[in-house]
């Protein structure tokens, strides 16, 4: 799915070098119109809307890599071989993988609300479970706290309705998609491979990726310089447009212009009218190349892999608290069980995590094991399961498994599911 590519909007002179411009999380390329008068006077600004945003077709993407392999494809059909780098949020991140996977591409980097890990993956699965359960509704009544100062959100109304209906208006399963990809996200032990000049750009007053994620990094790539804007939060690009247009406008004056006078422009077509083709079905794609050894792991491998699943399944609050309560005399267990189910069987590719968290709900209400119920439930929204979904799981448990059970099972869930699927006030 990698060679889909992307919907984009261009402006500036043809014959200008090309500077890509991100947007974040549940945004458009709208969020970056306030800075194209000042930047299409230099360059060719290609903007692009992730899957499902701003009427982009809605095919998800569930890792930072797949977005940049998709950007990539998209530039690749306009002839476009090098190019500066600017994203927001997730935009940035996208622009990170790039420069770390494909260095010989960027030309130089602007990173603006960026971070190397974005929260805690916790955060962002239980985000998708939110979304999954309650729709776009609570992120986008909330976006405007997120996204601006209280001064701004006040003084324009406007521009905080517009951004409200950006994220209502985007496709769900993209947008959960894009969490997933985020929770996925760290890069923190690479930044030193990143090689290009690159500008961190941030909000002095941006709660979600703010001035300490920016400094962490500054201090990580070695060509970093940190710029703090006064007066914005999270989309300092549309609270403060005219210093973030100065910022991007000197650093990628100085920072790569020299490199890419020598480099002939590409001419950047208009977008096509027609939509990227869709996915192919999946009978049609190739199984990917078995990897030598990879049929029969080593302890270690294993270990490593289950212990990766975990997380991704139960949660790293779940996990870290069952490593911190391990000791010498139940840590063989703990590793027998990372190794053995999540290494082995939940890594499996037979089934589905959606079919194998109902198989694990209903074996847990046949025997009894209420004490691992709850984690579970917990998974099972994280893993894809609607509350709908997991009562009927419950309601079938009841028929095979007995009445008291699946009452005792209900209470368990209904509590969980109220804590996890609530949308933040």
């Known amino acids: 799915m990698g060679n889909e590519t992307l919907k984009y909007q261009v402006d500036g002179p043809n014959d200008a070098p090309v500077l890509v411009l991100g947007p974040s ?29 701003g009427g982009a077709p809605a095919h998800p993407a569930t890792s930072v890599a797949e977005l940049a392999d998709r950007l990539l494809a998209t530039l690749d059909g306009l002839g476009v071989q090098r190019f500066g780098y600017a994203g927001c949020s997730i935009g940035g991140a996208i622009g ?25 993956a916790d955060e962002f699965r239980q985000r998708g479970v939110i979304v999954r359960t309650n729709g776009l509704e609570p992120m986008a009544r ?13 003084a324009q109304p406007a521009i905080v309705e517009w951004a409200v209906q950006m994220v209502r208006t985007t496709d769900p399963g993209c947008y959960i998609a894009a969490c997933e990809a985020l929770a996925a996200f760290d890069i923190r032990g690479e930044l030193g491979r990143i090689g290009v000049p690159a500008l961190v750009l941030v909000g002095a007053e941006d709660q979600v990726t703010g001035p300490a994620e920016a400094r962490t990094l500054v201090a990580g790539i070695p060509d970093a310089r940190l710029a703090l804007v006064p007066g914005a939060s999270h989309l300092a690009p549309v609270e403060q447009p005219a210093a973030v247009s100065d910022l991007l406008l000197t ?44 049929e029969h792991p080593s302890p270690d491998e ?51 995590r959606r079919t194998r968290s109902c198989i694990t709900l209903t074996a847990l209400v046949a025997s009894g094991h209420l004490d691992s119920l709850a984690a579970h439930t917990r998974a099972a929204l994280r ?10 799981v419950l309601l079938q448990a009841a028929v095979y498994c007995g009445i008291p059970a699946a009452g005792a099972a209900f209470a368990v869930a209904q509590t969980v599911i109220q804590e996890e699927t609530t949308p933040p006030a």
């Open 251 to 294: 650093h990628f004056s100085t920072a790569w212009q020299d490199t890419l006078a020598a480099i002939p422009a590409p001419v950047l077509a208009a977008p096509p009218v027609a939509p990227p083709a869709p996915y192919a079905p999946v009978a049609e794609i190739a199984p990917a190349a078995a990897v030598p050894g990879a």
């Open 383 to 392: 893993n894809g399961l609607t509350p709908a979904e997991i009562r009927e």
């Open 142 to 154: 909330t976006a405007p706290e997120r996204w601006f100062t209280a001064g701004f959100a006040a």
């Open 96 to 120: 990170t993988d790039l420069a770390l996977r494909h260095p010989h591409r960027v030309a130089s980097l602007a990173l603006v609300a960026s971070s190397p890990r974005f929260g805690t």
């Open 302 to 352: 294993r270990y490593e892999r289950g212990t990766k699943v975990r997380r991704e399944v139960l949660g790293d609050a779940h996990v870290d608290a069952v490593n911190a309560s391990a000791d010498a005399f139940t840590e063989d267990f703990q590793e027998l069980v990372t190794r053995y189910a999540w290494g082995e069987v939940w890594s499996r590719d037979g089934l589905d």
């Open 25 to 53: 999380l549940g945004t458009t390329w709208h969020m970056w119109d306030r800075q194209i008068p000042e930047l299409s006077q230099h360059w060719r600004i290609f903007r692009y809307d992730l899957p499902g945003h």
